[in-house]
Structures are given as structure tokens and as C-alpha cells.
């Protein structure tokens, strides 16, 4: 590290064991990079193509990682076409990628990153510091205020080494910047300044595995393998998604050999993919909850100010049976918008299935015969599951329309605070419980309609707390204000259903915990290549 590492004093690695030391961190990194060039100069070239069938129509804003949301669609585009800092990779919640070490300093106050040697865009620029710290300067997506509050300033000495220095101690820079955004995936400065923001969604150039070839609104996304990727050369040469929103229409082409993998088989579809000979059922469990939200609660004229009614939508829902139903109960109900995974936890009581007590609570809160609730917004990808939640609710007297919507819409019109009455949400983002309750219920968040007071305070008591236990206190408290006062209705965690065909050797579904797609696609294979 030189005088840059000399001039801000010892540090403690921030991605190995407490007591190794800065010198060693290095010398690991160097050795991995060693074997990784080894293998890539043994790997053959790349051979063949596979075709995904998507549930839903791909949008140019997945390109750009400047435009990140708080969802996981994007990084079903960002794991091929980019590459990050540090990132999620199977068995390491943060890898060490774009940087080849990176380490903490003892208060708190500061990162150093080191840009990996011989890392490399598309276009055969070099990754260098500078376009680390133009990506995260240029970073305008969820989360966006608050790491652009809390950072300081972006250090860039020399064209390998980049140091975050921080306003006060941050235990959560590395969530935030490496898994919970997209700030810390890495573009070229270069490039956009000559191309543009808008130029850069159309011919996007990144560091990751596979490059962009075409893209057809509404038809197909193609890429080609990058065979000089640092970590291994892929093995298949041409992924193609495909855009099939219908769910039978996905099964019929992976039955017939049309596509190779399907994301989202549900219901009574499921199990005729289980049934079939030559395809594989794929469920994960991801960090993906789904819930209801109520973005009216703050206005003291609609029924949803009354907690009772909110109490009520959420006591209407029978989610064991829709469970059952949709995802061949493979689906968890932990009760909470933070998956049951993550780091900071709480565990809310069980939900309960009472439509009696729900008629009750309506009543008590002046709508005995229940009343007009509008219109319940959702992703139309997740329509089945609207129309479950809709009938139950129907069925206590919240009488609702259901209003599907294309999913980069339907995000749209959720951040941009557009939507009424009823929300079905859900989110897959990688982070902790500090980084969903940012997103979705502390003022400020990309997905926040109105907040409360006092949770604002805890939420910012806990991002400065340095002390483990004292910080799980404090989140928890705050998931407990959030069961307590019916902020949400959350419906289940998500059981992501999928399908392989027969050609696929690899899938990458479950190599990474939590994560709903295929990754990483280096490691894809198909069988006998």
C-alpha cells in the first residue's frame, strides 16, 4: 500500500479473520489472483448459448448501476455485464472482486479498497481508481442520500488505491456500499463522459463476465462471454433472456426445449414441471418477503390512519393456504418485511388467519359493513398473488380493485410515491435489517411514504453504534414498532420456484444463499462442454 497506507496508519482487514494481518490480506489476495489467471489460462473457450425464459420485461435502467433500486432485479442483469468492489459470492456475503483486498481502519472512519491488477472493461480500458470514485459519485439510487450524508470524501492517491474516508464511525458502509446498492459496481468514467447517461443504456459497457450485445425491448437481452473476465473465463459463450411474462407460455418453451431455464413456475404449473421427465424443479427460499403497505396511514382522513384497520387487512389474509397454493408451501411466513436470514433479525409473533376478529376491528374502527378501499397496486408478475390476498380481503369487506402493473413501472410509481391506497411490495435486495428498514420505513427511504418520529431517532442511534449487542437491541426494537403498529401486512418469504432443462450442467440457482437467479454466470455450464 505504500505511503497512502503509511499515511493513515495501521488497519484491520475488513473480509478475513480478526488478527491477520494488512500484509498477509494482501499476499492472500495476490495468490488468488495467481491461481485465478492460472485457471483461466487452462479453461477452454467458451462453447455454446443457453436461453432463460423472464417473467418480466427487462428495462434499460437495469444496465446503469447509477439507477439501482432497492430491489434484486437489477442484479439479475449486473452479475453478467458488471462487476463489483466487493459483492456476494457463494459462501462469502462479500468477495473481494473489482478490489483485490480492502480493509477498515481501527476507528471506524475510514476504507481503503486496492483496484485489482489487470482488471479491465469491455472495451479493454483499465479498471482504475478514478472510476471507482466517479461510480459512486455518480450513484443516484436507493440509498443514494444517505451514504452521499455520510461519506465524506473519495480518496483516489494513486490508480490502484481508493480510501472512503467517513463523517463518523459507520459499521454498515460495507452492507451499504458492497451487497445493499449498487455504489460500489464499477463503470467507466471514460466511456459515459463521451456517451452520456442515456448513450450508456443503450451500448453499456462494463468489467463483468458477459458482454452486451443487443437488447430488444420486450423480446430478448443478449450477451457474449468476456474471456478475459479476471476471475475465470466463462464457459458458455451466448446467454439469451428472453421475455415470456405468461407463466404457461414459460413452461411450454422449456418443455419444449424452446429455453434452457424459466424463472417462476407457481401453483398447479409447478407441479406439472416436477412431474415432467428431463426438467428439474429449482426452489430457493430468497431474501424476498412480500407484504402489504399502506401509504395512506399518515393521512388522518383515510381509514388506513386507524391501526385497527390495518390490523384488520393483515388478520383477513390466510397465507398458509396461499402458500400451499402458489408456491407448494415451500414459502416461509417469519411475519416481518426483513427476511428471516439476515443479520438483525427480529422474530414477530406468528401471523394469525382471523377473519372474524378482522370483521370486528373494522367494525370497532366505524366501517361495520367495511368499506371502498381503491385500488391494490402490485407487480404483475406477482398478480396470482394479489388476487389471493384480494379475495380475502374481500371476503372481511375491504373491498379493493386490483391494478397490475410491469415491474420497472410498478417500481417507478412505488419510489416516485404514486401509488394509493394499497401497495403489494416486496423487495430481494441483499443487506441486513439496517438496510431494508432505510429503504422501506425510515424517512427518506426510496420506498417511504411517511414516517414516524421515533424510529427515525432509534434507526439513527443504531447506524453510529459501535457495539454489536447494543446495535440487534435497537434493531430490534425498531422491527418490534413496525410489527406493533401495523406499518406492513407481510404476506410470506419468498419460495422462488424455477426450472431447468436438460442441457443445463450447472444452473447457478443456490450457489448464492438468498439469491433468486441464476449466478454467478462464469460458473454456468452445459452439459458435455
Request: charged share 25%; with cysteine; net charge neutral.
Amino acid at each position: 500500500m505504500g505511503s497512502f497506507a503509511r499515511r493513515h496508519g495501521e488497519r484491520k482487514s475488513a473480509q478475513n479473520e480478526p488478527g491477520i494481518t494488512r500484509r498477509e490480506a494482501l499476499a492472500l489476495a495476490a495468490c488468488g489472483l495467481v491461481a485465478a489467471a492460472s485457471g483461466m489460462a487452462r479453461a477452454a473457450s467458451p462453447q455454446g448459448q443457453l436461453i432463460w425464459g423472464v417473467h418480466i420485461s427487462l428495462a434499460p435502467t437495469w444496465f446503469d448501476p447509477a439507477e439501482t433500486s432497492g430491489i434484486i432485479t437489477p442484479f439479475m442483469v449486473m452479475y453478467a455485464l458488471h462487476d463489483a468492489m466487493v459483492k456476494p459470492m457463494p459462501g462469502q456475503p462479500l468477495a473481494p472482486s473489482l478490489a483485490e483486498a480492502w480493509s477498515a481502519s481501527e476507528d471506524g472512519l475510514s476504507y481503503e479498497f486496492v483496484v485489482r491488477q489487470g482488471a479491465r472493461f469491455h472495451n479493454g480500458d483499465p479498471v482504475t481508481a478514478d472510476d471507482v470514485k466517479f461510480s459512486f459519485e455518480r450513484y443516484k439510487g436507493t440509498s443514494h442520500d444517505l451514504m452521499k450524508e455520510r461519506v465524506l470524501a473519495v480518496e483516489t492517491p494513486d490508480p490502484q488505491h481508493v480510501r472512503f474516508q467517513l463523517k463518523e464511525p459507520w459499521p454498515d458502509f460495507p452492507t451499504f456500499y458492497g451487497s445493499a446498492t449498487g455504489a460500489g459496481w464499477i463503470v467507466p468514467k471514460k466511456y459515459i463522459e463521451k456517451v452520456g447517461d442515456e448513450g450508456y443504456k443503450k451500448a453499456p459497457i462494463g468489467a463483468g463476465p458477459y458482454k452486451f450485445v443487443s437488447f430488444t425491448p420486450g423480446v430478448e437481452l443478449v450477451f457474449e462471454a468476456n474471456e478475459q473476465y479476471w476471475r475465470k473465463a466463462p464457459s458458455v459463450k451466448r446467454l439469451v433472456f428472453k421475455v415470456i411474462p405468461d407463466e404457461a407460455t414459460r413452461l411450454a418453451a422449456l418443455k419444449g426445449g424452446e429455453v434452457d431455464i424459466v424463472y417462476s413456475i407457481r401453483g398447479e404449473l409447478a407441479e406439472e414441471l416436477q412431474r415432467t421427465p428431463g426438467l428439474t424443479l429449482k426452489p430457493a427460499v430468497v431474501q424476498g418477503p412480500l407484504w402489504l403497505y399502506f401509504p395512506e396511514q399518515w393521512d388522518a382522513k383515510s381509514p388506513w390512519h386507524d391501526e385497527r384497520v390495518r390490523l384488520a387487512a393483515s388478520l383477513a389474509i390466510d397465507r398458509k393456504s396461499i402458500n400451499e397454493a402458489l408456491t407448494l408451501g415451500y414459502s416461509r411466513l417469519p411475519n416481518s418485511i426483513i427476511p428471516d436470514t439476515f443479520e438483525f433479525f427480529w422474530q414477530p409473533p406468528a401471523a394469525a388467519y382471523d377473519p372474524a376478529k378482522a370483521k370486528e376491528l373494522l367494525a370497532e374502527a366505524g366501517y361495520p359493513k367495511g368499506f371502498d378501499a381503491g385500488d391494490y397496486y402490485c407487480d404483475s408478475s406477482y398478480a396470482n398473488v394479489g388476487e389471493a390476498v384480494l379475495d380475502y380481503l374481500q371476503a372481511a369487506g375491504i373491498r379493493v380493485r386490483l391494478r397490475p402493473i410491469e415491474r420497472a413501472a410498478f417500481i417507478k410509481g412505488y419510489a416516485e410515491k404514486s401509488l394509493k391506497n394499497i401497495i403489494q411490495g416486496g423487495s430481494g435486495a441483499f443487506g441486513n435489517a439496517a438496510t431494508r428498514l432505510e429503504a422501506f420505513v425510515v424517512k427518506g427511504g426510496t420506498f417511504v411514504y411517511g414516517n414516524y418520529p421515533d424510529i427515525d431517532g432509534l434507526f439513527q442511534q443504531q447506524a453510529v453504534e459501535m457495539d454489536r449487542k447494543r446495535r440487534e437491541a435497537i434493531l430490534h426494537k425498531i422491527q418490534e414498532l413496525v410489527y406493533g403498529r401495523s406499518i406492513y401486512a407481510p404476506i410470506w418469504q419468498l419460495a422462488f420456484i424455477n426450472g431447468v432443462g436438460p442441457r443445463v450442467g450447472e444452473s447457478g440457482f443456490g450457489l448464492m444463499a438468498g439469491f433468486p437467479y441464476t449466478a454467478p454466470y462464469e460458473d454456468i455450464t452445459i452439459k458435455g462442454t
